[in-house]
């Protein structure tokens, strides 16, 4: 395991998709040293596009947990996603609003986190 110390910043790069194939996220952690740990996960229920990039929020702060970083960056190309849960844009639907809490609750344990939108 890497033990980043406190100052150092984690980016966490997330994404998610859903099709009628199936729905997955991907993440991509870059350490402050620069080393990279991927990670790709299946969601076996049905979940809508913006679902799935909440998932892979959710799956990006879990890893960041199990490396022990205390200060990270996600990056997701979402805008919905992100903007939401800066609090730009308001979640008005129900399965939306029990994501963004179960962010901010997740979350709460780092000494530092953002999120940014990235093309």
Known sequence: MIQ???EEVWRVFVDG???LAGCGVGVVMI???GEKIKLAIRIDSRVTNNEAEYEAVLAGIRAA???GASRIIIYSDSQ???QQIKGVYEAKDDRMLK????IKTRAEGFADWSIEQIP
């Not at 994501?99 to 179960?102: G, K, S, T, V």
Request: hydrophobic letters at 30%.
């Open 4 to 6: 980043p110390s406190e």
């Open 17 to 19: 998709a859903s099709s």
């Open 31 to 33: 350490s402050p040293p």
């Open 65 to 67: 947990r199990e490396v």
């Open 80 to 82: 919905l996603v992100t």
């Open 99 to 102: 994501y963004l809490q179960l």
